[in-house]
């Protein structure tokens, strides 16, 4: 998607292309032509969707319980340390505290590390939605004719807007018409 910035200078180079079109003679001017859509309503919409959401959850499960693993453990390690402790010499104790340590950083790290990595990859799982509704989006604006068309979820500026303009439900009944097959990956 565009970025906010490019997003408003569009907005402003098509209302600045509008006003001097109104300057040149009624013939050659064209009307522009703006849209708006929901994307977010759109996204929540498609079927793949789902899926996508899926796999992210089983792999977000399969993340936790390795955590949990590797806390329970270190857990075990540490009440085993405990319980021993007493016969062991102060070097071995020492050594096995330097050991317990390293461990709790690795489950520290790991922690650490673990939203890093499901954020990325539920990013990975959505990416072909974000691109298969971006096409749509592409395409409607071609085939439709429109200038620019305005995602309403993802820009503020956009204080109103008439709903005759409003193609998020056109965009629907195209993204439907154009469904993958079950078990196609885009």
């Known amino acids: 998607m565009l970025s906010r910035q490019r997003l408003i200078f569009a907005a402003l180079c098509l209302c600045g292309c509008a006003l001097s079109l109104d300057a040149q003679p009624a ?32 792999e977000q499960a399969k993340a936790r319980t390795m955590l949990a693993e590797a806390t329970d453990s270190l857990r ?20 096995t505290t330097l050991h317990l340590r390293a461990r709790e950083i690795l489950v520290e790290e790991m922690v650490a590390n673990l939203d890093d990595v499901i954020a990325r990859r539920n990013e990975e799982l959505q990416a072909p939605l974000r691109k298969r509704l971006l096409s749509a989006v ?19 500026f956009v204080a109103d807007a008439d709903p005759r303009i409003d193609i998020t439900s056109a965009l ?13 990956s885009k």
């Open 138 to 156: 592409q395409d409607f604006r071609r085939r439709e004719g429109y200038d620019l068309i305005l995602d309403v979820s993802q820009a503020p």
């Open 27 to 58: 013939a050659s001017a064209r009307p522009v032509r703006i849209a708006v859509f929901n994307s977010q309503a759109v996204f929540d919409s498609m079927p793949e969707r789902a899926a996508a959401e899926s796999a992210f959850a089983l």
């Open 172 to 184: 629907l009944r195209l993204l439907r018409a154009s469904e993958p097959t079950r078990g196609q």
């Open 76 to 95: 075990q390690t540490v009440e085993e340390f405990a319980r021993s402790e007493q016969r062991l010499s102060p070097r071995q104790r020492e050594a």
